[in-house]
Protein backbone atom coordinates (compact mmCIF):
# COMPACT_ATOMS: atom_id res chain seq x y z
CA UNK A 1 0.00 0.00 0.00
CA UNK A 2 3.02 2.32 -0.29
CA UNK A 3 3.43 5.03 2.41
CA UNK A 4 0.21 4.92 3.88
CA UNK A 5 0.09 0.79 4.31
CA UNK A 6 1.16 0.29 7.60
CA UNK A 7 3.19 2.23 10.36
CA UNK A 8 4.56 0.33 13.88
CA UNK A 9 1.71 -0.06 15.99
CA UNK A 10 1.19 2.59 18.84
CA UNK A 11 -0.76 1.40 22.10
CA UNK A 12 -0.49 4.83 23.28
CA UNK A 13 -3.04 6.16 21.09
CA UNK A 14 -6.37 5.15 22.53
CA UNK A 15 -9.24 7.23 19.97
CA UNK A 16 -10.81 4.33 17.69
CA UNK A 17 -11.53 0.95 18.82
CA UNK A 18 -8.95 -2.10 18.77
CA UNK A 19 -9.72 -4.85 15.96
CA UNK A 20 -8.21 -7.10 13.30
CA UNK A 21 -8.09 -5.48 10.28
CA UNK A 22 -10.57 -6.03 7.52
CA UNK A 23 -9.17 -6.62 3.86
CA UNK A 24 -10.69 -6.26 0.26
CA UNK A 25 -9.72 -6.55 -3.41
CA UNK A 26 -11.94 -5.65 -6.49
CA UNK A 27 -12.20 -4.49 -9.77
CA UNK A 28 -14.43 -1.72 -10.89
CA UNK A 29 -17.45 -0.23 -8.98
CA UNK A 30 -18.87 -2.53 -5.68
CA UNK A 31 -20.39 -1.93 -3.06
CA UNK A 32 -18.07 -2.91 0.11
CA UNK A 33 -19.57 -4.59 3.17
CA UNK A 34 -16.96 -4.36 6.17
CA UNK A 35 -16.89 -7.60 8.58
CA UNK A 36 -19.25 -7.18 11.79
CA UNK A 37 -16.07 -8.05 13.47
CA UNK A 38 -15.16 -4.09 12.84
CA UNK A 39 -17.10 -1.95 15.73
CA UNK A 40 -18.65 1.11 16.03
CA UNK A 41 -16.44 3.93 16.02
CA UNK A 42 -13.50 5.84 13.98
CA UNK A 43 -11.70 3.19 11.87
CA UNK A 44 -8.90 3.92 9.16
CA UNK A 45 -9.34 3.22 5.66
CA UNK A 46 -6.53 2.50 3.30
CA UNK A 47 -6.83 2.11 -0.67
CA UNK A 48 -4.34 2.20 -3.10
CA UNK A 49 -6.51 1.95 -7.10
CA UNK A 50 -3.98 0.98 -10.07
CA UNK A 51 -3.38 2.31 -13.33
CA UNK A 52 -2.30 5.86 -14.77
CA UNK A 53 -6.12 6.77 -15.99
CA UNK A 54 -9.56 7.05 -14.76
CA UNK A 55 -11.39 8.28 -11.65
CA UNK A 56 -11.57 6.59 -8.24
CA UNK A 57 -13.58 7.07 -5.00
CA UNK A 58 -15.23 5.71 -1.86
CA UNK A 59 -18.83 7.29 -0.26
CA UNK A 60 -19.57 5.76 2.96
CA UNK A 61 -23.36 5.03 3.02
CA UNK A 62 -25.83 6.24 5.61
CA UNK A 63 -29.13 3.67 6.81
CA UNK A 64 -30.55 4.63 3.34
CA UNK A 65 -28.12 3.68 1.11
CA UNK A 66 -27.09 7.44 0.26
CA UNK A 67 -23.58 8.16 0.30
CA UNK A 68 -21.95 10.51 2.82
CA UNK A 69 -19.08 12.86 2.45
CA UNK A 70 -16.58 11.28 0.28
CA UNK A 71 -13.44 9.70 1.63
CA UNK A 72 -11.77 9.80 -1.70
CA UNK A 73 -12.32 11.52 -5.02
CA UNK A 74 -9.27 11.13 -7.42
CA UNK A 75 -7.33 10.97 -11.11
CA UNK A 76 -3.95 10.23 -9.50
CA UNK A 77 -2.17 7.75 -10.94
CA UNK A 78 -1.58 4.82 -9.36
CA UNK A 79 -3.07 6.01 -6.70
CA UNK A 80 -2.95 5.28 -2.64
CA UNK A 81 -4.29 7.30 0.48
CA UNK A 82 -5.85 6.89 3.73
CA UNK A 83 -9.02 8.67 5.37
CA UNK A 84 -10.77 7.87 8.53
CA UNK A 85 -14.33 7.82 8.61
CA UNK A 86 -16.71 6.58 11.79
CA UNK A 87 -17.84 2.51 11.54
CA UNK A 88 -21.61 3.05 12.86
CA UNK A 89 -23.69 1.58 15.72
CA UNK A 90 -26.17 -1.52 15.16
CA UNK A 91 -25.36 -2.45 11.22
CA UNK A 92 -22.21 -2.86 9.19
CA UNK A 93 -20.22 -0.27 7.73
CA UNK A 94 -20.68 0.03 3.94
CA UNK A 95 -18.61 1.93 1.09
CA UNK A 96 -19.14 2.76 -2.10
CA UNK A 97 -16.23 2.13 -4.93
CA UNK A 98 -15.65 3.95 -7.84
CA UNK A 99 -13.27 2.65 -9.31
CA UNK A 100 -11.79 2.30 -13.44
CA UNK A 101 -8.97 0.01 -12.36
CA UNK A 102 -8.33 -3.18 -9.85
CA UNK A 103 -7.93 -1.45 -6.27
CA UNK A 104 -7.30 -3.11 -2.76
CA UNK A 105 -8.96 -1.80 0.33
CA UNK A 106 -8.23 -2.56 3.85
CA UNK A 107 -10.09 -1.04 7.49
CA UNK A 108 -7.70 -0.72 10.64
CA UNK A 109 -8.00 0.99 13.79
CA UNK A 110 -6.96 4.65 13.68
CA UNK A 111 -4.01 3.82 16.10
CA UNK A 112 -2.18 2.06 13.13
CA UNK A 113 -2.15 5.61 10.60
CA UNK A 114 1.39 7.55 11.16
CA UNK A 115 2.66 9.56 13.26
CA UNK A 116 3.68 13.00 11.94
CA UNK A 117 7.12 13.80 13.89
CA UNK A 118 9.98 15.54 12.25
CA UNK A 119 9.91 15.35 8.65
CA UNK A 120 7.05 13.16 7.34
CA UNK A 121 6.64 12.43 3.00
CA UNK A 122 3.89 10.94 1.32
CA UNK A 123 2.36 11.06 -1.99
CA UNK A 124 -1.81 12.09 -2.03
CA UNK A 125 -4.34 12.29 0.81
CA UNK A 126 -3.77 10.36 4.12
CA UNK A 127 -4.49 10.39 7.78
CA UNK A 128 -2.04 11.04 10.54
CA UNK A 129 -1.70 11.10 14.03
CA UNK A 130 0.16 14.01 16.06
CA UNK A 131 0.50 13.22 20.28
CA UNK A 132 3.48 16.28 20.35
CA UNK A 133 2.97 19.93 21.93
CA UNK A 134 1.93 22.99 20.31
CA UNK A 135 4.31 23.38 16.96
CA UNK A 136 4.83 25.24 13.89
CA UNK A 137 4.03 22.93 10.47
CA UNK A 138 5.60 23.56 7.49
CA UNK A 139 3.76 22.43 4.15
CA UNK A 140 5.92 21.52 0.67
CA UNK A 141 3.35 20.56 -1.61
CA UNK A 142 4.53 19.91 -5.17
CA UNK A 143 1.37 20.00 -6.98
CA UNK A 144 0.36 17.83 -9.61
CA UNK A 145 1.27 17.01 -12.89
CA UNK A 146 0.16 19.59 -14.40
CA UNK A 147 1.48 22.05 -11.98
CA UNK A 148 -1.80 22.56 -9.98
CA UNK A 149 -3.72 20.57 -7.36
CA UNK A 150 -5.30 21.18 -4.16
CA UNK A 151 -3.84 20.50 -0.67
CA UNK A 152 -5.93 20.67 2.60
CA UNK A 153 -5.51 19.95 6.36
CA UNK A 154 -8.30 19.41 8.67
CA UNK A 155 -7.35 18.76 12.30
CA UNK A 156 -9.32 16.87 14.83
CA UNK A 157 -8.41 17.20 18.50
CA UNK A 158 -9.41 13.70 19.63
CA UNK A 159 -8.48 14.25 23.66
CA UNK A 160 -11.57 13.05 25.76
CA UNK A 161 -13.63 12.01 23.05
CA UNK A 162 -14.83 8.62 21.54
CA UNK A 163 -16.22 10.03 17.96
CA UNK A 164 -14.92 12.63 15.25
CA UNK A 165 -15.50 15.94 15.99
CA UNK A 166 -18.04 17.38 14.05
CA UNK A 167 -16.45 20.48 12.44
CA UNK A 168 -12.76 20.25 12.21
CA UNK A 169 -10.49 23.13 12.49
CA UNK A 170 -9.49 23.93 9.35
CA UNK A 171 -5.38 24.53 9.13
CA UNK A 172 -4.73 24.66 5.25
CA UNK A 173 -6.81 24.71 2.14
CA UNK A 174 -4.88 26.05 -1.11
CA UNK A 175 -5.12 25.03 -4.75
CA UNK A 176 -1.42 25.62 -5.52
CA UNK A 177 2.00 24.00 -5.25
CA UNK A 178 3.31 26.01 -1.96
CA UNK A 179 5.91 26.27 1.21
CA UNK A 180 3.90 27.15 3.96
CA UNK A 181 3.45 27.52 7.81
CA UNK A 182 0.45 26.61 9.94
CA UNK A 183 0.51 26.73 13.96
CA UNK A 184 -0.76 23.28 15.38
CA UNK A 185 -2.51 22.93 18.62
CA UNK A 186 -1.14 20.03 20.89
CA UNK A 187 -1.97 16.48 20.55
CA UNK A 188 -3.10 14.54 20.68
CA UNK A 189 -4.61 14.93 16.82
CA UNK A 190 -5.86 13.84 14.29
CA UNK A 191 -5.20 15.35 10.65
CA UNK A 192 -6.63 14.70 7.66
CA UNK A 193 -4.44 15.61 4.75
CA UNK A 194 -5.91 15.74 1.34
CA UNK A 195 -3.13 16.64 -1.25
CA UNK A 196 -3.19 16.31 -5.03
CA UNK A 197 0.24 14.69 -5.23
CA UNK A 198 3.25 14.71 -3.80
CA UNK A 199 4.05 16.68 -0.42
CA UNK A 200 6.46 17.33 2.91
CA UNK A 201 5.67 17.68 6.35
CA UNK A 202 7.91 19.19 8.79
CA UNK A 203 6.76 19.84 12.54
CA UNK A 204 8.85 21.95 14.76
CA UNK A 205 7.26 21.87 18.69
CA UNK A 206 7.39 25.15 19.92
CA UNK A 207 9.50 26.30 23.65
Avoid at 19 to 45: E, K, N, S, T, Y
Avoid at 180 to 202: I, K, M, Q, S, Y
Amino acid sequence: MGHTAGSSWMPSWEFGPVFAPFAIAGDGDQVVIVDDGVPPGPVLVEVAHEGRDGYFAVFPLDSADKDGQYLFSTTLPDFRGSSVTPAPEGRALRLRVRAYHRWVMRVKPVAAARRLAGTLRGYGPEALLYTGGAADLRVHFEGDEDGGGHVGIWCHEVAGHTGLTERPKLLLSRTEPLVHTVPLPPGPLLLLHRADGPWTLTVKELG
